[in-house]
């Protein structure tokens, strides 16, 4: 079993549309949970992250974490095509020495 | 504002040459990484260092080494490339112990293409 799972996709939207994005895990040490936003032949960007459980809104984004369920969420409202990406999920432990990915959720948002 | 830097963008290789892919960053973080990403594969990693002149290996580790003489630079070398090698090399970093405070992440450069012929 994969530490993280993604859905692959790929995932299209109208414009305007509220995004949803998931991913699992099995390893209950994750306490960090990040959301990489990577456009085509470009390195990862770093779009949110969390510490421990909870949500956390920038802007257009909300990222929530629930660990009970082990299942994270990036929401994104009113999308635009400029949001067309792939979309990583990581997690780590608090250690820092390993981190551990999605394989990606391709989005294209259409105009 | 936080940079991590990769020596090219592109790169064209010929199978049994040496490769050397440099990665420098700037946040005086202690951890620094070399993945690859294929698709279908996501991101996969090859070697971790977490501090100068100690390296760990990673997922996949073989036909690969890597150097870490100085704190921000840490290097991803191809001994003999072959065409299997062919890939996205992402270089990243980030500090050793996470706290939670805010910018305690892991940060990633723009990438590295290479094509092995």
């Known amino acids: 079993q994969k530490e993280v799972e993604q859905d692959p996709g790929p995932l299209s939207v109208p414009e305007g549309a509220i995004v949803s994005l998931n991913c699992t895990y099995s390893?209950?040490?994750?306490?960090?949970f990040m959301w990489y936003r990577q456009y085509s032949r470009k390195g990862p960007e770093l779009l949110m992250y969390?510490?421990?459980?909870g949500n956390k809104e920038d802007g257009r984004f909300t990222a929530q974490v629930d660990k009970s369920s082990k299942y994270i969420s990036l929401f994104i409202r009113d999308s635009q095509p400029s949001d067309s990406a792939t979309y990583l999920c990581?997690?780590?432990?608090?250690?820092?020495?390993?981190?551990?990915f999605g394989t990606g959720t391709s989005l294209t948002v259409i105009p | 504002d936080v940079k991590v830097t990769q020596s090219s963008r592109y790169l064209v290789k010929r199978t049994g040459e040496k490769v050397f892919l440099e990665c420098v960053q700037d946040?005086?973080?202690?951890?620094m990484f070399w993945y690859r990403q294929d698709p279908g594969l996501g991101l996969r990693l090859i070697y971790f260092s977490y501090d100068v002149k100690m390296k760990e290996k990673g997922d996949i580790p073989e036909g690969y080494s890597v150097s870490r003489e100085k704190k921000e630079r840490f290097s991803l070398i191809l001994e003999s490339a072959s065409t299997n090698q062919t890939s996205m090399y992402l270089c990243a970093s980030s500090t050793l112990i996470l706290r939670g405070t805010p910018g305690e992440t892991q940060y990633f450069g723009p990438g590295t293409r290479l094509l092995v012929l």
């Open positions: 990581a997690m780590s432990d608090d250690t820092g020495n390993q981190f551990y």
């Open positions: 390893n209950s040490a994750f306490q960090y």
């Open positions: 946040m005086d973080h202690e951890n």
């Open positions: 969390t510490y421990s459980s």
